[in-house]
C-alpha cells in the first residue's frame, strides 16, 4: 500500500534548528511536497522536491532521497510564527497525491 | 487578488438536509480538488477535477458529489448528510492538470447532527 509517516509532534526552541522528517512508499514518485498549516487556517505550499538532493529557500530547506523514500524540512532560526503542522505529501505515478497526517512543531521561548 | 474562496465557511446542518460548499477561483487554474480533514488523519481527497467537465473519485468519495461546469467553479454536494461528514472541507486549485503547488481556500467547517 501506499503511506507516508512523519512524527506527530516535535517541539523546538526559538532561534534553534529543527528537522521535520517524512518518509514515504508510493506507486511511482512523481515528486514531494512540504505545506505549512496553521492552527485553523488553510495549507500553504513550502516546498517541491522531485529531484535528489538539498532545495535551499531562505529560513526553511527540503531534502529529498528518492533511494530511500525519505525526506526532510529543515527549519533554521525558529521564531514564534513557525508553531504551525507541516504537511509531507507523496505524488504517485498516477499524479495523486498521498498525504502525511502532519507534524505539529511547538516553538518555546 | 489570486485566490480560492469557499462558501459558507461555517455550516451546522441536520442529518439529510442537502447541502452545497462553493469553491471558486479566479487563476484560471485547471486542476481543483476537494479534501476533508480530520484530526490525525491529515487531509483526505474526496473528488478532483483536472479540467472543465473531467470529474474523478478521491480517496474518500462515498457520500458526496461535483460537478465542474466552468473553469472556476467547482461545488461540493452532500445529497444526504451524516454525522460522519462532519469535517473541516477545504478546496484547492493548482495551475498544471495535476495536483502541483496548490492554493487552498480558507476551509468550511461542517457540523452534522
Not at chain 1, 525519505?70 to 507541516?86: I, N, V
Not at chain 2, 484530526?39 to 460537478?67: A, C, F, H, W
Not at chain 2, 448528510?81 to 473541516?88: A, E, G
Amino acid at each position: 500500500g501506499q503511506n507516508i509517516d512523519q512524527p506527530t509532534e516535535m517541539t523546538a526552541t526559538e532561534g534553534a534548528i529543527v528537522q521535520i522528517n517524512c518518509t514515504y512508499q508510493t506507486s511511482g514518485f512523481n515528486g514531494l511536497f512540504w505545506y505549512q498549516q496553521h492552527a485553523g487556517e488553510a495549507p500553504t505550499f513550502l516546498s517541491y522536491n522531485v529531484l535528489d538532493g538539498l532545495e535551499e529557500k531562505g529560513r526553511f530547506s527540503s531534502f529529498l532521497s528518492r533511494s530511500k523514500g525519505y525526506s526532510y524540512l529543515l527549519l533554521k532560526e525558529l521564531q514564534m510564527k513557525d508553531s504551525a503542522s507541516y504537511l509531507c505529501a507523496a505524488m504517485d505515478s498516477n499524479y495523486q497525491l498521498i498525504w502525511g497526517a502532519g507534524t505539529k512543531l511547538i516553538i518555546k521561548p | 487578488e489570486a485566490q480560492v474562496t469557499q462558501n459558507p465557511r461555517y455550516l451546522i446542518t441536520v442529518t439529510g438536509k442537502k447541502l452545497t460548499v462553493t469553491c471558486s477561483q479566479n487563476m484560471n487554474h485547471e486542476y481543483m480538488s476537494w479534501y476533508r480533514q480530520d484530526p490525525g488523519l491529515g487531509l483526505r481527497q474526496i473528488y478532483y477535477s483536472m479540467n472543465v467537465e473531467v470529474t474523478d473519485k478521491g480517496d474518500v468519495p462515498e457520500g458526496y458529489k461535483v460537478s465542474r461546469k466552468e473553469k472556476r467553479n467547482f461545488p461540493l454536494i452532500l445529497e444526504s448528510p451524516s454525522p460522519n461528514q462532519t469535517s473541516l472541507y477545504f478546496c484547492a486549485s493548482s495551475t498544471q492538470g495535476e495536483p502541483h503547488e496548490q492554493y487552498f481556500g480558507p476551509g468550511t467547517r461542517l457540523t452534522v447532527t
